[in-house]
């Protein structure tokens, strides 16, 4: 059950490894049958392997014997379960107090939504290193529009400074999850209210933002926007103040009017390069490879977003601060 394959499928990337092979950008590791040297592809399976196991009594399955193909499972949970663990987080944000403080940071890593990032962002510079080193990648999910979106667009983050950038990055977030057909209205919710609808509710570009919070707090140098910018879009995700997050594609916002109707969220955020831009920025930085095991380690919880509402700490004037001089 559900190890069909088909002829045209295996073809194609046939084609692929011998395009990469003939760039001459991919190591040699097999001679194909034309005698070229061919390059290995990864299918990038970001389902986790139970899950991929189970889909084949479905009929849908996972790539079995491609020729000079290796799958690889990314471990990234389904909609369902990052919405479960966005809902505890949320639960424990928005709590009023009298809870046990000390065991905050074990409270959070017990919404698991730490633990989803860890997944997605493994995943993304699993497929840059592997695009780093020659081999031709492919990429999918159980539909192609959700955890596919956030592999590939985090690979491209870190392998194209360009998408570093504040025009680049607003030119990624259009390609890889508008232009390509993320479904944000079934995802947000921004027009739905049925219960059945909200099943379809998860927070998917919400997380990858988180994702790239991660790697911009870690790497500060290397983005030329400042978390404040990533901020501002997931606040906007929301907001319904700009036309870009409405509806489930293109054919749908065209068919709106938005482009003509609603302010862009683009605009805004390219006409205030000011206030987004970082001014720590290295231009010169280009290829970001995190080694894994630090960047892993190194997720926290994006405060700035979740708890945005909370009280702060305060801190005394610079005047009433005493300081004890040497006798």
């Not at 592997?130 to 955890?147: E, F, K, M």
């Amino acid at each position: 059950m559900g190890t069909a394959s088909r002829p045209a499928d295996e073809a194609m990337l046939q084609y692929v490894r011998h395009a990469a092979a003939e760039d001459g950008v991919a190591p040699p590791r097999r001679v194909g049958a034309d005698g070229s040297a061919m390059p290995r592809l990864l299918i990038a399976d970001c389902r986790p392997r139970a899950n991929a196991l189970a889909n084949r009594a479905t009929g849908m399955g996972y790539e079995i014997g491609y020729e000079g193909c290796d799958v690889e499972f990314l471990g990234i949970h389904n909609i369902h379960a990052v919405r479960e663990s966005h809902r505890r987080l949320e639960a424990l944000v928005g709590a009023t107090g009298g809870g046990d403080e000390s065991k905050w940071l074990a409270a959070v890593e017990e919404t698991a939504w730490l633990a989803h990032l860890r997944t997605v962002l493994a995943g993304g510079i699993r497929v840059a290193r592997a695009l780093q080193g020659g081999h031709p990648v492919l990429v999918h999910c159980s539909d192609g529009w959700d955890r596919t979106a956030q592999v590939c667009a985090l690979a491209e983050l870190l392998l194209d400074p360009y998408y570093r950038t504040v025009e680049g990055f607003c030119v990624l977030v259009c390609k890889d999850w508008l232009s390509f057909g993320h479904r944000f209205e079934t995802r947000v919710g921004h027009l739905r209210a049925s219960r059945d609808s909200a099943d379809h509710m998860s927070p998917v570009f919400l997380q990858w933002l988180d994702a790239v919070w991660q790697l911009c707090t870690q790497h500060p140098r290397a983005f030329a926007f400042s978390p404040r910018m990533l901020l501002a879009i997931a606040h906007h995700l929301y907001s319904c103040r700009f036309g870009d997050f409405l509806f489930d594609c293109e054919g749908d916002r065209s068919d709106h009017g938005l482009a003509e109707q609603a302010p862009s969220l683009w605009s805004y955020l390219l006409a205030r390069v000011d206030v987004f831009g970082n001014p720590f920025y290295d231009s010169g930085m280009g290829v970001l490879l995190p080694e894994l095991s630090g960047c892993l380690r190194s997720v926290r919880l994006w405060g700035d977003y979740y708890l945005r509402w909370s009280p702060r700490p305060s801190f005394p004037a610079a005047g009433a601060i005493v300081t004890r001089r040497a006798a």
